[in-house]
């Protein structure tokens, strides 16, 4: 039943793109939105994807569901100025899917969204998973292909995984996430600390960039402007925000990252 009603829900466009903006410390100003997957349900509210994600890919509706979420950013990014990237999370049946790339190449061409605008968010545990057969492909062949359409690629909960340097090697990889466990820590916890210098510190080594998730206080966002992450992400900056509201948080209160205390 539940699955009937979430086939009928991607159907009566229920399903949104939330966007939680990414902000760059130095420059100030927000650099990226990440789409996270919303349903709007009629009478049960606004659902998050732990109370839908495994059920739509157990009913084979999250490719589907997949290409919605990108419309509904899409339609959002075009309101915002081009500078901004959109980051998208990729599942495990999307990363295997022969015909992910030429999809997602036609609904950014629909919406005059460039591809180098594009980031993929996936997570060790999805590029662990094989699906051999049927029409499945390997992730490692469909992260080649969105490199080449000109997307680039963000390793999401850095450090959470299981090998995660051999990740780093094998994938062509243009970011990493830090973890929001890691960045929890930062302020009382010297481990957190010196993992997420050592995280900064390889980032830069291999010319990636880093992205810390779940900053919620100033402290935390102050620490980690010390240890030079750059990019942050976190509801101290803004919670995900409705399509309505995004373009003029971007606008308005995306600027003035640069010190803590400037807001
Ligand atoms: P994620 O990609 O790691 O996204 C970050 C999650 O942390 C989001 O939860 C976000 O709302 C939450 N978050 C952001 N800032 C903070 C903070 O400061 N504190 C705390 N406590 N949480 C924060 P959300 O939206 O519930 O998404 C959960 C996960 O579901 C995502 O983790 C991602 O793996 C998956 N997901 C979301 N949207 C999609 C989608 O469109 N497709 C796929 N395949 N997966 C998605
Ligand atoms: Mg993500
Ligand atoms: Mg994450």
Same mark, same amino acid.
């Given at each position: 039943?539940?699955a009937?009603?979430?086939?009928?829900?991607?159907?009566?466009?229920e399903i949104?793109?939330?966007?939680q903006?990414i $902000?760059?410390?130095?420059? &100030?100003c927000?650099?990226?939105?990440?789409?996270?997957v919303r349903?709007?349900?009629p009478e049960?509210?606004l659902?998050?994807?732990?109370?839908?994600?495994?059920?739509?890919e157990?009913?084979?509706l999250?490719l589907l569901?997949?290409? #919605?979420v990108?419309r509904?950013?899409?339609e959002? #990014?075009r309101h915002v100025?081009?500078?901004v990237t959109?980051?998208m999370?990729l599942s495990?049946?999307?990363?295997?899917?022969? &015909?992910?790339?030429?999809r997602? *190449?036609?609904i950014l061409?629909e919406?005059?969204?460039p591809p180098?605008?594009?980031?993929i968010?996936?997570?060790?545990h999805?590029?662990?998973? /094989?699906?051999? &057969?049927?029409g499945r492909? *390997?992730?490692?062949?469909?992260?080649?292909?969105?490199?080449?359409?000109?997307?680039?690629l963000?390793l999401?909960?850095?450090g959470?995984g299981? *090998?995660s340097?051999?990740h780093i090697?094998?994938y062509?990889?243009?970011a990493?996430?830090i973890?929001?466990s890691f960045?929890?820590?930062?302020v009382d916890?010297p481990?957190?600390?010196?993992?997420?210098a050592? #995280?900064?510190g390889m980032?830069?080594a291999?010319d990636?960039?880093?992205? &810390?998730?779940?900053?919620?206080?100033?402290?935390?966002?102050?620490a980690?402007?010390s240890l030079?992450?750059?990019? $942050?992400?976190?509801?101290l900056i803004? /919670?995900p925000l409705?399509?309505e509201?995004?373009p003029?948080? $971007?606008?308005?209160?995306g600027?003035?990252? /640069?010190?803590a *205390?400037a807001r």
């Amino acid at each position: 039943r539940l699955a009937d009603d979430l086939a009928a829900g991607l159907q009566r466009g229920e399903i949104v793109a939330f966007l939680q903006p990414i $902000v760059s410390l130095p420059l &100030g100003c927000t650099t990226g939105l990440e789409a996270l997957v919303r349903w709007q349900h009629p009478e049960r509210g606004l659902l998050s994807p732990a109370a839908f994600l495994d059920l739509a890919e157990d009913a084979g509706l999250d490719l589907l569901l997949g290409d #919605m979420v990108l419309r509904s950013a899409c339609e959002t #990014m075009r309101h915002v100025d081009p500078a901004v990237t959109l980051s998208m999370n990729l599942s495990v049946t999307q990363l295997a899917d022969r &015909g992910l790339c030429d999809r997602i *190449s036609m609904i950014l061409g629909e919406y005059g969204i460039p591809p180098d605008r594009l980031m993929i968010e996936i997570t060790e545990h999805a590029t662990l998973q /094989r699906q051999p &057969g049927g029409g499945r492909v *390997s992730p490692e062949h469909t992260l080649h292909e969105l490199r080449e359409l000109g997307a680039s690629l963000c390793l999401d909960d850095f450090g959470t995984g299981y *090998s995660s340097l051999t990740h780093i090697r094998r994938y062509p990889l243009t970011a990493i996430k830090i973890d929001r466990s890691f960045v929890n820590g930062v302020v009382d916890h010297p481990e957190d600390r010196a993992v997420i210098a050592a #995280m900064v510190g390889m980032a830069a080594a291999l010319d990636l960039e880093v992205v &810390g998730e779940g900053v919620e206080t100033e402290e935390q966002l102050m620490a980690m402007r010390s240890l030079r992450c750059d990019k $942050v992400q976190g509801y101290l900056i803004a /919670r995900p925000l409705a399509p309505e509201a995004v373009p003029a948080w $971007v606008a308005d209160r995306g600027r003035d990252w /640069r010190a803590a *205390s400037a807001r």
